[in-house]
């Protein structure tokens, strides 16, 4: 069965760091495109990030310079280092399948999210 877990959120302090990961189990990530999104409360879903199965990455214009994505093939594990955190990256973190390979900027499978709230 498929199945994605975020795990790494927390409270942190403007400025400060976590890292996000994305565990998967019943596939291979290293043949998929793994994607970050991210929803704040009252807002839509934003895609965040994008891992494509090349390496070739992609981010949104907000995290930009800030944000890592990352992958460790031999825990089938995607990362979202995320640094310099400001206060309007408090959402909810999802990783998502987003399809074969390459990004496609919408998710297909999705795990159930990890919380992140920078505030001082």
């Known amino acids: 069965q498929l199945q994605l877990v975020e795990s790494g959120g927390g409270l942190v302090q403007p400025g400060g760091s976590l890292r996000l990961s994305c565990a998967a189990s019943g596939f291979t990530l290293d043949y998929y495109a793994i994607g970050w999104f991210r929803q704040a409360p009252g807002k839509e879903r934003e895609g965040v990030s994008c891992s494509s199965s090349d390496g070739s990455t992609n981010y949104a214009t907000s995290v930009k310079d800030r944000f890592i994505i990352f992958r460790d093939g031999a825990k089938n594990t995607v990362y979202l280092q995320m640094n310099t955190l400001k206060p309007e990256d408090t959402a909810v973190y999802y990783c998502?399948?987003?399809?074969?390979?390459?990004?496609?900027?919408?998710?297909?499978?999705w795990g159930q999210g990890t919380q992140v709230t920078v505030s001082s």
């Open positions: 998502a399948v987003e399809g074969r390979d390459y990004c496609s900027g919408k998710g297909l499978y």
